[in-house]
């Protein structure tokens, strides 16, 4: 059963290792982008933003993880991500999180909840 707020995210369910898909939501009371990454069998939902300025990770181009070094990364400052936990690691937000988001996974798809921002 869905709440209100989840949003469907069909092209997740189909995310092979390293890939990513971008979505729009609702947050904080107006539509924004968003990604759900594909990281060891495992997805995670996180605002398209970089905690050190509100720009988008992306520039646009839907590209958030480099499999080589297994991060999620900001092409504005370089900053690298754990893809898990959305902690960055290195750069000028060290320590700081990207806003991660509950995600579920059921027979019928994969489900975002932007009303439930994960610590």
Known sequence: M????E????????????ESCVFTLAFQGKPREAFVLQHDGELVAFLNECPHWAVELDLGDGHFYDVGIE???????????HPRTGVC?????????????????????VWVDPAQVLP
Not at 7 to 18: E, H
């Open 89 to 109: 690691e290195t750069g000028p937000c060290l320590g700081r999180s990207l806003i991660r988001f509950a995600l579920r996974r059921d027979e019928s798809g």
């Open 7 to 18: 949003v469907a995210v069909p092209q997740a369910s189909r995310l092979a290792d390293g």
């Open 2 to 5: 869905t709440t209100p707020t």
């Open 71 to 81: 991060r999620i990364y900001c092409k504005n400052h370089g900053a690298l991500f």
